[in-house]
DNA sequence: TTGAAAGCGCTAACAC
DNA sequence: GTGTTAGCGCTTTCAA
């Protein structure tokens, strides 16, 4: 084992006390600059390297803090780690990242290690709805600041950053209405592909569908609202797939977010049914694969650095003041109308 | 600020010392089971937690390893993340992720961070060729196991886990060459766009295609090879672009990425020119687009998990023994043949 | 302006 | 089996 130096090597080499050197390496004032200058220049000519597992022992500060997220295969929260590592790096904390595979008793695991590694905050997208809610509670307790972002845990008391997803729901499926509508058909039939329901924002999303529908008296029989077991593209494809089986095909899809979306389209382009022409297709959070398939597909984009940015904002003022009031922040989002859903759009 | 309980609470509470304690949840031999009954109940309800930092201190230990990659935006990097934490988590170690935006100047700030939170190895995948060379051979030589993986810096003695992108990139190209062929080109153009000459992984890659057209004697014209920017489907998009509007199509496309392949097909398909009908194309790297777009990307999919598993086993058995030789891994990949470069296959 | 000494929470000889 | 003691590397009073 390589032993580093430490400031005791430092001071002994100089002839001086450990006390000096600290002070002289901490920037402390009181240190007479022409001894702070042989120090400095000793630590660095020894390749001299603070140990921050001393330092924050003696400080019992860490400047660590932690990001929770349910995934990080699709470059939604990567895009948004990113900027929460900018805004905590610049300011000298380090940033861990863990990932929980959409599992709760992962998520648990992951807060319990951010925990044990003595993050002084944690920033956090939850993944199954209500399962942790009361460790989320005993963290905050326990006296470590929680902020989530992008799935939230309203019964828990703190700040978050989301965007309006009732809202943005609700205008995406009124987006279908309309451009159906506009192509002729005055009672257009709309179907929600429902994301599973241990995730809360499934339910809002869909309350949105809903009561777009609901609003121009379209129908709303149950077999419209089509809950899938998970939101990749296969099992889109595997929903429209058994749909156009039966011979349901509506008039316009409004998918939980653009994997099934991309799934669904897939389907019907293989059963030769057009897309914008016979069906218009919708996802959600918009992905970088919109772009790339053929027609483009129509989301809604969420202000990713902004979310991170202010997710991050939020958490530092926990941090520098605990007892700052909490913030729900709301954000906006753009519906990007695209090939998939307008004709109009349609290359 | 809330002080958590230390063995010293427990331990006089009890009115025992605090070694007996720390021997007792160590799960030490040599304590009375009766007192280790007492202490573990205790430290329950105490709702003790270890202090990590000070327990790092003397063991002179952190159980933290780092992860370095050039991005995380693409699911490549994240799909190998998550089978590095899977093993080293397993293991008890915590796992630090950095990225460094293709920046060698965040690599190495990312690099100083992991070691000052004294990590017990790095697994790096180098961002830009050369320019961190010595840094990397300096945190070896202070005990800091490195490992490579994907893109790795061959001058440094250290473990590696690649794929032999020579190789792939010759099969590819010469996929392109007798699809063409099949079609009744006997002499097809074949043009390869090369990323960044930073990234070393360009001129092998560039190398594989070029002795791949070499070897069957076809035009090898220096505008075949055309160098893009960055790696982007926008640059992949903009060089098409000018190609076809200089009339420069060629016959088969090999791109150093799936992203510039996909923008290139865009670019294609807006001004009417059929893929794979007039023009192959292949891609490498499989993205999670390469099945999204129409027709389906060829590809060389690399086994991610394989790639993940192995980087982590190989850095795992260099922290544990320190002078265990050197291994250099190079796994299989498999190129996928899509619509896009097959017509046969177009769906 | 500098040094001595105590202590952050824990582990690990070394005694008893 | 259990307690005592000496550190791990650093910061921070308190004196000088």
């Known amino acids: 084992m390589i032993h580093n130096p430490t ?28 001894t702070k200058k042989v120090i400095l220049e000793k630590a660095a000519s020894m390749r001299y390297r603070p140990n921050y597992m001393a330092k924050n022992l003696t400080k019992s500060r860490t400047k660590i803090i932690g990001v929770v997220v349910p995934e990080f295969v699709n470059s939604f929260f990567p895009r948004i780690i990113i900027q929460i590592q900018n805004l905590f790096e610049s300011r000298g904390y380090h940033v861990l990242i863990t990932q929980c595979d959409e599992s709760w ?11 044990d590694s003595m993050v002084e905050g944690i920033l956090i997208s939850v993944a199954v709805k209500g399962e942790n809610t009361q460790y989320y509670r005993d963290l905050i307790s326990r006296g470590i600041p929680l902020v989530f972002f992008n799935r939230t845990d309203n019964s828990v008391d703190t700040s978050s950053v989301t965007i309006d997803d009732y809202k943005w729901s609700f205008f995406a499926a009124e987006h279908l209405i309309y451009t159906r509508r506009k192509l002729g058909k005055e009672k257009p039939e709309i179907m929600h592909f429902m994301g599973p329901a241990n995730i809360d924002l499934s339910n809002i999303r869909c309350r949105g569908y809903a009561d777009a529908v609901a609003k121009h008296h379209l129908s709303s029989e149950a077999y419209l609202t089509v809950p899938v077991k998970d939101i990749t593209r296969e099992e889109g494809y595997r929903r429209m797939s058994l749909l156009i089986e039966n011979g349901r095909i509506p008039d316009g899809l409004f998918c939980f977010n653009d994997h099934l979306a991309l799934g669904a389209m897939k389907a019907l382009r293989e059963h030769g049914i057009c897309v914008p022409g016979s069906v218009s297709v919708m996802g959600f959070s918009e992905s970088q694969s919109a772009l790339v398939s053929v027609p483009a597909l129509s989301s809604v984009a969420q202000p990713l650095e902004e979310i991170g940015k202010t997710a991050a904002g939020l958490l530092l003022e926990k ?28 290359m």
Chains 1, 2 share one sequence.
């Open 105 to 115: 008793e992962t998520e648990r695991r992951n807060l319990k290690l951010l925990e």
């Open 7 to 34: 400031i005791i090597d430092i001071a002994r080499e100089l002839g001086i006390s450990k006390s000096t050197v600290s002070r002289a390496l901490a920037g402390h004032p009181g240190v007479k600059e022409e």
């Open 319 to 346: 941090i520098e003041n605990p007892d700052s009031p909490s913030k729900k922040v709301v954000l906006n989002a753009v519906l990007n109308i695209r090939g998939s859903s307008d004709p109009s759009k349609s």
